[in-house]
């Protein structure tokens, strides 16, 4: 054990946990890593490329090395980083990517083998044999290269989502922060505090200085216990915002239970989408390392890391108690870290420091003007090098502290394309003007990072935030604080022949780096994407600038000159099941039921996904072994009784006032304002470029009211162009338009007996040919005085009728039309039929309706009248358009057992398929039990003057080339005799 | 009177009520809804003596309610009166205006609150990208619930109207439910 006193851990609440399957102990408030550390276990896992043992490097989200597997099963979780996963009772995690266990790694042979694996090597080696790459290689490298292991199971657990809005959203609740929220709450701002540790106070927990001459920590719990009395404050913590969108609007993920053992009732996590008028970036600031020789064996971390373990969760860094401590810096922070570790009771050897002119700030060594230049210790580390004036020498060490300086968290304010700035005071990129609008980086995350300095820029943050909406708000008393020195020496790696790590949870060296330069991969984009830098799930928040320095330092330029780095949201990792948004499987997203579901539900019917309709597919009944089967029965019932299909799906819009007829003159090709009250027409709407672009029926049901039907897919992309053609195009129409698809259940009653089943329904309806003929529309009363509507309109090419009653009803309504046509051989039919019986009668639909497609083609080109304009009409005689000479056929395969495939291209016989010699393509096809035989529809050139000729229809996808014979698209009664009886 | 029987927009014989802590949602099968529009230049009507209300408001005597929709254009409202012709009703009262009935082409839940407007909010917060703090009572929107579109009318700092389209109910009803049921925890 190497647990020290104090910290912010509860030692009356111990936790069990195993790592590796050894048994641990923590206290509530550690994380793993902290738990780990203060177990005396520095080595945790195995590096990407070469293997290499690893042990903690940081103490936050930016962590490179301890990446681990957190719990197991389902719950498994590749690829946490230990240092911010907070410690529970039972956590189990394993580390990751090695062969064998931890401490005697079998791929550890590949560091052997480094020199054949620097930068681009990926690119180098794997290119012959071509065919290797796939089946060979690939696999290799992912089982060598390894990111963890998914369980292959379902996520068990719940995620949500929701909104939240405020005046003010501050993301860190740091010293800066917190100044900033308090500010902002005491002025009656709306405001969120939002941080990704799961206790507050960011730095000020892991930093020794007092406030008002106190621990940190008292003015940490007197703030939160103001805010939390602030009905204008929410406090979420364990929260982190992860991404700057459009319009203030901020991407969160509230990590709501990943700190118990299972969720229980409460969701994993909740993404949240915050709209916020106004924010305050007080990220704070990543501290970066200084690359040396064998930098990376488990015990170097970064020195504000150490600081934080020691303070904060009082966990020493090393394996044993008595192991001595050094730290190598270029500033003073380094020496915080000595004088904290002292203050701990911590053997400090002392703090090497590149400045020649370094001096103890306490009772502790001094190396000034020197360098590490080496280290030993293959699972953790036993000694470094120190070189002073050429002179070497090797101390033994248990850990090693390494402070390069801090990088503000710029990573927000680069969302919008905003560039940081260089700030040479600094040595340090700070956020440049440009970024997302309203956001305003104060703290540590502004390059101000003093605590004094920080909190009082919190507070003017806030200040000017809510000035921007018209707020006021007072400055604040804020503690006593002081500013550690952050004086430094521009000093960013040690020179040497030997590896040293720049990016080290990508295995990317000073070399590599070096290697990139000489082969001119120096653009700051290339470099990143030759050697893999940043690229790694820490997205290198350790390493980009000292990787930026050193390439600065090759190319003989400054740093800014070299390039920036700016980041893409997330901010850290955000899981694919909190952006999922919490619903999965058939709830994965919204399904609109048809009125007559539940019965068809209860009647077995089989369902298919249509948009985000469930459709009745078809309707198997018992001893039907096949699909075909059951269709072939639905559509022969449908030509020899009746059949019943559920046809609400189509789109229905009703459109209402005195222009009503011309507002449709102008949206139909055909002519509309025609059309007497009480009858129904077939109608075309073209694009505004003159294709087809939807077909329905349009009833006048008054003289100023008509209902238009559109197909069901297009029935809200139909409607939205209508409205606009109203309100953008012709405003000074008197026309109103509402969609009302859902309020009526509309039902297809199909075939020879409809009638007479009809009759048996209707309240005093005369429903005779001579009343009611074909196209006809109209008001009227069913089943003893229920409102309904009456279309005698076929899509099978029968005697048809569309009945419409209030949705309500559906349900009851086909309950009594089964009932009531029993001894007339009613049968229900799905989309499948529906789909037989339109392509038996050649009617168009979705397939025919394509996009490319024109009147002409469907044979309908003088439906687009040349009486009056309507959309798309000049565009369908352009050039080019009007002599599309492919026209819709039929088609007959001369084998009728053998289905033409749709989508297959047609050809002359004894052609080669060539672009070239393309005559057109197969649109719908389908087996008909009417013809006995299967059948297609299909655009072939000039194929309305080519009935009777065998052409070949070819799928060379499949290598299927089948004889078919043209024929009338009209499979069923050409005349069309059928309909009109 | 038809001696067909209707179904509620959940498929049920009778509307669905379900209680989650503070929140209770209910099924408003009672509810009538038609469209009403000027035309073009027409004067707004006081349809059952409603002030038909501006911008994203709604009113109600009681009975009959109303709500914006679009520029010149409302819905109108009767509790349990599902089972009359409203629209004829409405047309009645506004001849000049154009009505369409819609009281089967959206299914309404009723959202009430015991414990005040804070858990209405708390509800609206996982489902709407509304700030609550912006709609309180009279207020009425049209917007967004995971992928649906909805009508939304604060009845009162404890009612909450969500009206959708009917066949969408179930999916609305599993939106609403598994958002109060997590409230409850």
Redesign the interface.
């Known amino acids: 054990m190497t647990r020290l006193t104090g910290g912010l851990i509860d030692r009356t609440k111990p936790l069990n946990f195993t790592f590796n399957g050894a048994s641990y102990q923590g206290f509530e408030g550690d994380t793993l890593a902290s738990a780990l550390l203060a177990n005396g276990v520095q080595l945790m896992g195995r590096s990407f490329k070469y293997h290499r043992p690893r042990g903690v490097f940081s103490a936050g989200s930016e962590e490179p090395n301890a990446i681990v597997e957190l719990r197991s099963g389902a719950r498994q979780e590749p690829n946490t980083r230990a240092t911010v996963a907070e410690l529970f009772e039972g956590l189990t995690a394993n580390s990751q990517n090695h062969v064998g266990p931890l401490h005697r790694d079998l791929l550890a042979v590949n560091d052997m083998f480094a020199p054949f694996f620097a930068a681009g090597f990926y690119y180098k080696t794997f290119m012959w044999p071509r065919a290797f790459w796939e089946k060979i290689y690939e696999p290799l490298i992912r089982n060598a290269a390894g990111l963890g292991k998914l369980s292959m199971l379902p996520d068990p657990d ?1 995620y ?6 405020c005046d003010l959203l501050v993301i860190g609740a740091g010293a800066a922060g917190l100044s900033a929220a308090l500010t902002a709450g005491r002025a009656g701002a ?1 405001v969120i505090l939002a941080d990704e540790d799961f206790a507050l106070g960011g730095r000020l927990t892991m930093e020794s200085d007092p406030l008002d001459g106190e621990d940190a920590q008292v003015w940490v719990a007197k703030v939160k216990a103001e805010l939390e009395s602030l009905a204008n404050v929410r406090i979420m913590p364990r929260t982190t915002v992860f991404g700057v969108y459009d319009h203030g609007i901020y991407g969160a993920v509230e990590r709501v239970s990943d700190h118990l053992l299972t969720p229980g ?3 994993r996590q909740t993404l949240w ?1 915050i ?1 916020a008028k106004q924010t305050v970036l007080a990220a704070g600031a990543t501290e970066r390392h200084i690359p040396f020789a064998d930098n990376d064996r488990p015990g170097i971390m970064l020195a504000g890391a150490m600081r934080a373990y020691v303070n904060r969760w009082a966990a020493a860094p090393v394996k044993a108690d008595n192991d001595a401590i050094a730290i190598f810096t270029n500033g003073d922070d380094g020496h915080r870290t000595a004088l904290d570790l002292i203050a701990k009771g911590a053997k400090v050897l002392g703090v090497i420091d590149s400045r020649a002119d370094a001096k103890a700030l306490g009772s502790y060594e001094v190396f000034a003007g020197a360098t590490v230049t080496g280290t030993k210790g293959r699972l953790g580390l036993k000694e470094i090098e120190i070189t002073r004036g050429g002179k070497s020498t090797w101390h033994s060490v248990g850990a090693l502290g390494v402070a390069g300086g801090w990088n503000p968290n710029v990573h927000l304010t680069s969302h919008h394309r905003g560039r940081p700035v260089w700030d040479e005071s600094l040595l340090a990129f700070v956020p440049g003007q440009g970024g997302p609008k309203g956001l305003i980086p104060a703290g540590a995350a502004a390059g101000k990072g003093g605590t004094a300095t920080a909190m009082a820029d919190g507070m003017r943050a806030a200040i000017a935030a809510l000035s921007e909406l018209g707020m006021t708000a007072n400055e604040i008393a804020l503690p006593d604080a002081v500013d550690a020195s952050q004086a430094q020496a521009a000093f960013w790696h040690v020179p040497g022949k030997k590896r040293a790590w720049v990016d080290f949870q990508n295995d990317v060296t000073v070399k590599d780096v070096k290697l990139a330069h000489q082969e001119n991969m120096t653009p700051v984009e290339h470099l990143k994407r030759w050697t893999t830098l940043g690229m790694a799930t820490d997205q290198g928040k350790t390493s980009n600038i000292s990787a930026l320095a050193v390439m600065a330092e090759l190319t003989q330029k400054s740093i800014p000159e070299t390039g920036t780095t700016i980041f893409r949201p997330p901010y850290t990792g955000v899981s694919l099941s909190v952006l999922g ?3 999965t499987g058939p ?1 994965f ?7 007559t ?2 019965w068809a539900e209860a009647q077995g019917a089989e369902f298919v996904e249509v948009g ?2 469930m459709r009745a597919q078809y309707f198997p009944k018992a001893g039907e072994k096949t699909w075909r089967e059951t269709v072939d029965r639905e559509v022969l019932a449908v030509r020899s009784g009746v059949g019943l299909c559920d046809v ?1 799906t189509l789109g229905k819009v ?1 459109v ?4 009503a007829g011309e507002f449709l003159n102008r949206v139909y090709a055909n002519m509309i304002g025609t059309l007497k009250v009480g009858m129904v027409r077939y109608g075309l709407m073209l694009r505004e470029d003159g294709h087809l672009y939807d077909d329905g029926t349009c009833a006048r049901m008054a003289e100023d009211h008509y209902v238009v039907t559109t197909t069901t897919a297009n029935a809200g992309a139909v409607y939205r162009n209508m409205e606009f053609y109203h309100q953008c195009v012709w405003p ?3 026309v ?1 338009l ?8 509309q039902i297809a009653v199909a075939g020879p007996k409809s009638r007479e089943l009809l009759t048996r329904l209707v309240d005093d309806f005369d429903l005779s040919n001579e009343a009611f003929p074909f196209m006809a529309c109209s008001d009227l ?7 309904a509507r009456l279309f005698r309109i076929s899509f099978s090419g029968e005697l048809a009728y569309e009945i419409a ?5 559906g ?3 086909m309950e ?1 039309l089964m009932e009531k046509g029993a001894d007339l051989g009613a049968t229900p039919y799905g989309t499948e039929a529906l789909a037989v019986l339109r392509i038996e009668k050649g009617h168009a639909a979705g397939a025919e309706l394509n996009g490319q497609t024109t009147a002409q083609m469907l044979g309908l080109g003088k439906m687009v009248s040349a009486k009056k304009d309507s959309v798309g009409a000049i565009m369908s005689r352009r050039e080019g358009m009007g002599q599309d000479a492919r026209r819709l056929v039929g088609l007959k395969p001369v084998d009728p057992t053998k289905q033409i495939m749709a989508g297959s291209h047609l050809f002359t016989e004894a052609t080669a398929h060539t672009m070239e010699t393309d005559q057109g393509w197969v649109t719908s096809s389908c087996y008909s039990p009417h013809v006995e035989s299967y059948i297609a529809l299909g655009y072939l050139e000039n194929g309305d003057s080519r009935m009777g000729e065998i052409i070949v229809a070819a799928n060379p996808l499949e290598g299927i080339t089948l004889k078919a014979e043209v024929v009338s698209a009209h499979f069923v009664d050409p005349e069309g005799g059928r309909l009109r009886d | ?9 959940l ?1 049920a014989a009778a509307p669905r009520v379900e209680t989650f802590g503070a929140l209770q949602i209910e099924e408003n ?1 009672g509810l009538a809804l038609a ?1 009403l ?1 000027l ?3 027409g004067n707004t009507p006081a349809p059952f003596g409603l002030t038909l209300p501006d911008v994203a408001s709604a009113v109600s005597n009681g009975e009959i309610g109303a709500f914006w929709t679009g520029r010149g ?1 409302w819905m109108v409202e009767a509790a349990g009166k ?1 089972e009359t ?1 409203f629209a004829a009703l409405l047309k009645a009262e506004a001849p000049e205006c ?1 009505v ?7 299914v309404a839940f009723e959202v009430v609150s015991t414990q005040g407007g804070a858990p209405i909010e708390a509800l ?10 912006t709609f309180g009572a009279g207020q009425a929107v049209r917007t967004g619930l ?3 579109t909805v009508f939304l009318i604060r009845r009162s700092d404890e009612k909450l109207a969500v009206i959708g ?8 009803w ?2 609403l439910a ?2 109060a049921r ?1 409230l409850e ?1």
């Open positions: 719940d949500d989502k929701g909104f939240l809005h709306n009732d409460k969701v989408r709209t948004g919490g619903d709830l997203r919204p399904s609109r039921l048809t009125p579901h539940h985000p309709w609400t009703d209402q006032g005195a222009d000074e129409l008197d109103q509402i969609s009302t698809t859902d309020a009526w259940a009363t069913i089943c003893g005085g229920l409102r009653v209030p949705a309500r009803y349900h009851a309504l009594r | 009177m038809t001696d067909l029987t209707p179904i509620t927009a498929g099968a469209s529009a035309r073009k230049g254009q599902s012709d154009i369409t009935e819609q009281t089967d082409g959206f609206m917060s996982k489902l709407l990208n509304i700030d609550p703090k995971e992928h649906m389209m009917r066949t969408l109910a179930g999916s609305l599993h939106a598994v958002a997590r925890d």
